[in-house]
Protein backbone atom coordinates (compact mmCIF):
# COMPACT_ATOMS: atom_id res chain seq x y z
CA UNK A 1 0.00 0.00 0.00
CA UNK A 2 1.38 3.40 -1.36
CA UNK A 3 0.21 6.77 0.50
CA UNK A 4 0.23 9.67 -1.29
CA UNK A 5 -0.02 13.08 -0.40
CA UNK A 6 -0.97 16.14 -2.72
CA UNK A 7 -0.27 20.07 -1.47
CA UNK A 8 0.20 23.01 -2.85
CA UNK A 9 -3.37 23.59 -4.22
CA UNK A 10 -5.02 27.04 -3.73
CA UNK A 11 -6.61 30.34 -4.78
CA UNK A 12 -5.16 32.11 -7.62
CA UNK A 13 -5.70 34.94 -10.67
CA UNK A 14 -6.42 33.80 -14.20
CA UNK A 15 -3.12 33.94 -15.93
CA UNK A 16 -0.91 32.99 -12.64
CA UNK A 17 1.01 30.11 -11.76
CA UNK A 18 0.85 27.43 -8.80
CA UNK A 19 2.51 24.09 -8.73
CA UNK A 20 1.47 21.10 -6.95
CA UNK A 21 3.24 18.38 -4.92
CA UNK A 22 2.85 15.18 -4.47
CA UNK A 23 4.85 12.79 -2.47
CA UNK A 24 4.55 8.89 -1.62
CA UNK A 25 5.03 8.42 2.32
CA UNK A 26 7.25 5.06 1.30
CA UNK A 27 9.47 4.40 -1.10
CA UNK A 28 7.50 3.87 -4.21
CA UNK A 29 8.29 0.69 -6.73
CA UNK A 30 10.72 2.37 -9.86
CA UNK A 31 8.50 0.73 -12.47
CA UNK A 32 5.20 2.58 -11.35
CA UNK A 33 4.15 5.72 -13.74
CA UNK A 34 3.32 8.70 -11.99
CA UNK A 35 -0.33 10.70 -12.80
CA UNK A 36 -2.30 13.94 -12.22
CA UNK A 37 -5.97 14.04 -12.55
CA UNK A 38 -8.77 16.25 -11.75
CA UNK A 39 -12.29 16.55 -11.11
CA UNK A 40 -13.92 19.88 -11.83
CA UNK A 41 -17.24 20.64 -10.15
CA UNK A 42 -20.13 18.32 -11.72
CA UNK A 43 -17.84 16.35 -14.32
CA UNK A 44 -15.72 13.12 -14.20
CA UNK A 45 -12.21 12.78 -13.09
CA UNK A 46 -9.96 13.64 -16.40
CA UNK A 47 -6.56 12.91 -16.53
CA UNK A 48 -4.05 15.72 -16.99
CA UNK A 49 -0.43 14.04 -17.23
CA UNK A 50 1.62 11.32 -16.47
CA UNK A 51 5.25 10.30 -16.21
CA UNK A 52 6.55 6.76 -16.50
CA UNK A 53 10.04 5.34 -14.74
CA UNK A 54 12.13 6.42 -17.96
CA UNK A 55 10.57 10.36 -17.63
CA UNK A 56 8.29 9.97 -20.58
CA UNK A 57 5.63 12.11 -20.43
CA UNK A 58 1.83 12.09 -21.56
CA UNK A 59 -0.10 15.29 -21.65
CA UNK A 60 -4.27 15.99 -22.42
CA UNK A 61 -4.51 18.33 -25.28
CA UNK A 62 -6.36 20.80 -22.72
CA UNK A 63 -2.99 21.12 -20.70
CA UNK A 64 -0.31 20.41 -23.56
CA UNK A 65 1.88 23.31 -23.31
CA UNK A 66 0.79 25.08 -19.82
CA UNK A 67 1.25 22.49 -17.74
CA UNK A 68 4.51 20.11 -16.81
CA UNK A 69 4.68 17.24 -14.81
CA UNK A 70 8.18 15.89 -13.50
CA UNK A 71 9.28 14.25 -10.52
CA UNK A 72 12.12 13.87 -8.64
CA UNK A 73 12.90 9.84 -7.68
CA UNK A 74 15.10 10.52 -4.49
CA UNK A 75 12.31 12.36 -2.74
CA UNK A 76 9.35 10.06 -3.93
CA UNK A 77 7.81 13.17 -5.35
CA UNK A 78 5.77 14.14 -8.64
CA UNK A 79 4.93 17.89 -9.55
CA UNK A 80 2.63 19.64 -11.86
CA UNK A 81 3.46 23.06 -12.19
CA UNK A 82 0.76 24.77 -14.04
CA UNK A 83 1.32 28.04 -15.79
CA UNK A 84 -1.52 30.36 -18.06
CA UNK A 85 -4.22 29.20 -15.46
CA UNK A 86 -8.03 29.36 -16.70
CA UNK A 87 -11.24 29.63 -14.33
CA UNK A 88 -11.77 26.55 -15.97
CA UNK A 89 -8.95 24.75 -14.44
CA UNK A 90 -10.90 25.21 -11.46
CA UNK A 91 -10.86 21.57 -9.46
CA UNK A 92 -9.67 19.29 -7.44
CA UNK A 93 -6.29 17.88 -8.58
CA UNK A 94 -5.34 14.17 -7.61
CA UNK A 95 -2.43 12.42 -7.70
CA UNK A 96 -2.17 8.55 -8.76
CA UNK A 97 0.34 5.93 -8.54
CA UNK A 98 -0.19 2.31 -11.17
CA UNK A 99 1.30 0.48 -13.90
CA UNK A 100 -0.68 1.42 -16.75
CA UNK A 101 -0.26 0.53 -20.44
CA UNK A 102 0.57 3.37 -22.33
CA UNK A 103 -2.38 4.09 -24.09
CA UNK A 104 -4.20 4.22 -20.69
CA UNK A 105 -1.55 6.74 -18.65
CA UNK A 106 -4.33 8.95 -18.54
CA UNK A 107 -7.34 6.76 -17.62
CA UNK A 108 -8.26 6.67 -13.69
CA UNK A 109 -9.13 2.96 -13.52
CA UNK A 110 -5.15 2.20 -14.56
CA UNK A 111 -4.48 3.50 -11.36
CA UNK A 112 -3.58 1.49 -7.96
CA UNK A 113 -2.88 4.57 -5.46
CA UNK A 114 -4.50 8.24 -5.03
CA UNK A 115 -4.15 11.02 -2.87
CA UNK A 116 -6.61 12.71 -1.15
CA UNK A 117 -6.39 15.63 -3.85
CA UNK A 118 -5.93 19.16 -2.97
CA UNK A 119 -8.04 22.22 -4.34
CA UNK A 120 -6.81 24.77 -7.37
CA UNK A 121 -9.57 27.43 -7.56
CA UNK A 122 -8.51 30.32 -10.42
CA UNK A 123 -10.32 33.31 -10.30
CA UNK A 124 -11.12 35.71 -13.61
Known amino acids: WVQLVESGGRSVQSGGSLTLDCAAG????????WAWFRQRPGKEREGIAAIDNDDKTTYSEFVKGRFTISQDTAKNTVYLQMNSLKPEDTAMYYC??????????????????WGQGTQVTVSS
Open 96 to 113: AAGRPTYLRQLVSSAYNY
Open 26 to 33: SKIDRTYT
